[in-house]
């Protein structure tokens, strides 16, 4: 059955422009996306610079992790302490065991009293949540010269704290409200993390500037959750109340991004924050807020309540992200085709210009192999009249997926000296490759 079109789908788009040449960017997943997982990419086995003075106070080897980064903002050690009450700082490291990237989270001079502290936050290392930064294990290590705990996170590469995004501004005049159709995204997928956390009996704490991570377009996730549990562990803990207590922190964390300044959440701010944003906001919003700063009378407001109360908006997130997924799935498409091809060129690669198939009379020009070397002039070493060579990468992809499909339209290969035609039609090229290959498989498992 023939499963490929022998078109690529983005044949549609390859006009070409002014200048002759077709549209590249229509093979390939789009600018941006390719920006965003290059620049990812690099980042995740960045290491630090022998030179750099910063490496002084990190040791090698961390338990089992290797090629410590500092993650940490250069200057910001003055608001340091502020979340947990003890200083933190965050480093990349690499696992030995399965080499993948974390980040790692070090608790400065805080001792372990007892160890079923950290059986507290056992919990959190089993839950799996988009917008929770997975807690993969808790360790206590003298690996920086004292005795220190240690949190390890999924790592994100390039993400960046709601802070330092949002709220640090050195230019008043650049100063730009975030769109109210922004805030409520983030404010469902608060939610729903939220809603995750207290359904299993736990609290976040964590609902801070400082502690939510953007690890893609508007993809925010809960960072730093379970140290609380660690480091509080002999505080008494009244369930209710503090899951209350993460209404509040919620209430205060969309108003101060509302008005995107840590002050706005201040006694002396706080009416006229609220005012900006009855003022700047729809209704739904203000009342969201309004709710969740107000002190009950009776009842402890809840989760539940909340996601009624913001139910409308979890529909337009829901639609915003199906629409999302279908973008990334063309993008996805895309490189499927380029996926596919690439094994067709690998194959090429492997059997053409073996040294082994110099003496083989097959590849010689009387012998039937000798057309595999001709097509992949034909695919690869065209020239113009002047001899200038033909780097048409659309004339690459549409030879490449007619000889996949094995289509039987035929076509003309000219020996390198000129002096000989053959005509042959995809199919038989097809044949004969795949023949050429299944013979290399067979002597490598025979040798094996
Ligand atoms: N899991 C993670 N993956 C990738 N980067 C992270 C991760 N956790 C933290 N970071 C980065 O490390 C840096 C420091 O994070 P941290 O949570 O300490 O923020 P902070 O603003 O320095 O807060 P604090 O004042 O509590 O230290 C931030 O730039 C953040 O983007």
Redesign the pocket.
């Known amino acids: 059955m023939q499963q490929y079109s022998p078109y690529p789908q983005y044949s549609q788009s390859l006009i070409r422009n002014k200048q002759g040449r077709r549209n590249m960017g229509s093979f390939f997943m789009s600018e941006s996306l390719k920006q965003d997982i290059v620049h990812q990419k690099q980042l995740l086995y960045m290491t630090l610079d022998p030179n750099d003075p910063r490496i002084k106070n990190i040791p090698p080897m961390l338990n089992k992790y290797h090629s410590l980064y500092p993650?940490?903002?250069d200057g910001?050690k003055e608001?340091?302490g502020?979340?947990?009450g003890y200083v933190?700082?965050?480093y990349?490291a690499i696992c030995t065991q399965d080499g993948l990237p974390y980040?790692i989270?070090r608790i400065e001079g805080f001792r372990l009293s007892s160890e079923y502290a950290l059986q507290a936050a056992e919990s959190w290392r089993n839950l799996q949540h988009p917008n929770i930064?997975s807690l993969k294990e808790i360790f206590v290590s003298k690996e920086f010269g004292d005795n220190t705990l240690f949190f390890t996170?999924?790592?994100?590469?390039g993400?960046?704290?709601i802070?330092?995004k949002f709220l640090s501004q050195p230019n008043q005049t650049s100063f730009q409200p975030i769109s109210e159709s922004v805030l409520w995204s983030f404010i469902t997928q608060l939610v729903s993390a939220l809603k995750t956390i207290h359904s299993l009996g736990l609290v976040c704490r964590v609902i801070h500037p400082?502690?939510i991570?953007l690890t893609g377009k508007n993809r925010i996730r809960l960072?730093?959750v379970g140290i609380f549990d660690v480091v509080n562990y002999d505080s008494p803990r009244n369930l209710a109340q503090f899951q209350h207590e993460d209404l509040l922190l919620l209430g205060r964390l969309i108003l101060t991004l509302a008005c995107r300044s840590a002050a706005s959440i201040t006694a002396q701010n706080l009416s006229n924050s609220i005012e900006y944003v009855s003022n700047t906001y729809s209704k739904d919003l203000y009342n969201l807020i309004v709710y969740l700063l107000t002190k009950p009378v009776i009842n402890l407001p809840n989760i539940d309540e909340v996601v009624t109360m913001i139910s409308g908006r979890l529909l337009q997130e829901n639609n915003y992200l199906h629409t999302y997924t279908d973008d990334l799935e063309t993008e996805l498409g895309k490189e499927y085709e380029n996926g596919r091809l690439f094994r067709l060129v690998t194959k090429l690669g492997f059997i053409n210009e073996r040294p082994l198939y110099d003496m083989d009379p097959r590849w010689s020009e009387t012998g039937d192999r000798y057309l595999i070397k001709l097509f992949r002039d034909y695919i690869f070493h065209q020239v113009y009249d002047d001899g200038t060579p033909v780097l048409d990468f659309y004339h690459v992809v549409e030879t490449l997926n007619k000889l996949d499909c094995g289509v039987d339209e035929k076509i003309l290969l000219m020996s390198r000296d000129e002096q000989s035609l053959l005509v042959v039609s995809y199919k038989d090229l097809k044949k004969c490759i795949e023949l050429a290959f299944s013979e290399l498989v067979s002597q490598k498992s025979h040798l094996n």
Do not use: I
């Open positions: 993650l940490d903002q910001a608001n340091q502020k979340m947990f933190t700082s965050v990349k980040a989270r930064v996170y999924d790592y994100f590469p993400s960046e704290t802070e330092s400082s502690k991570l960072n730093g």
